[in-house]
C-alpha cells in the first residue's frame, strides 16, 4: 500500500472511533523522516485508547501492518504510532493546542479527498 494510501486509510479509521478534528499532512518535501502526519484528537484516555486500538488491530489484521514504534500508550495524552512513511498522532485537544503539530508543519499541505460528513437531519424527520 503506498504511503498516501495509508495515510488516507488511517485517517478514515480514526473517523470510525469518532476522532476529532482530524488532519492528514502531507510532509514529504518538508521531512526526510515520513510522508505523512496524520492527527487526531481524543476527549479522554478511553478515547485516545479506542482510536488507536482501531487503528493498529485494523491495519494489523487487514493489511498485516504494525507500527515500527509505538510511544505514548500508557497514561499520556499523546499516543505516537509510527509506521515509517506514516506517523499518526493522536493527541488530546489541550496537548495538541500546547504543541501546535499543523503551526509547526504549517508548509504542509492537507490531503485530500477530504472526510465526507453525514449532514445531520432534525429529531423526527
Not at 15 to 20: F, V
Not at 70 to 89: A, Q
Amino acid at each position: 500500500m503506498d504511503s498516501k494510501k495509508l495515510a488516507l486509510l488511517c485517517r478514515d479509521l480514526a473517523d470510525n472511533k469518532k476522532a476529532e478534528n482530524i488532519v492528514a499532512l502531507d510532509v514529504r518535501k518538508l521531512s526526510s523522516v515520513t510522508d505523512y502526519f496524520v492527527i487526531a484528537s481524543g476527549t479522554s484516555q478511553p478515547h485516545l485508547r479506542a482510536i488507536v486500538e482501531e487503528i493498529s488491530s485494523k491495519l494489523r489484521d487487514d493489511h498485516d501492518l504494525r507500527p515500527s514504534r509505538t510511544e505514548g500508550g500508557g497514561s499520556g495524552s499523546w499516543v505516537v504510532l509510527d509506521y515509517f512513511d506514516v506517523i499518526v498522532h493522536v493527541m488530546h485537544a489541550e496537548a495538541r493546542a500546547r504543541y501546535d503539530l499543523e503551526g509547526l508543519w504549517g508548509d504542509a499541505k492537507p490531503v485530500t479527498p477530504p472526510i465526507p460528513r453525514k449532514k445531520k437531519t432534525p429529531a423526527g424527520k
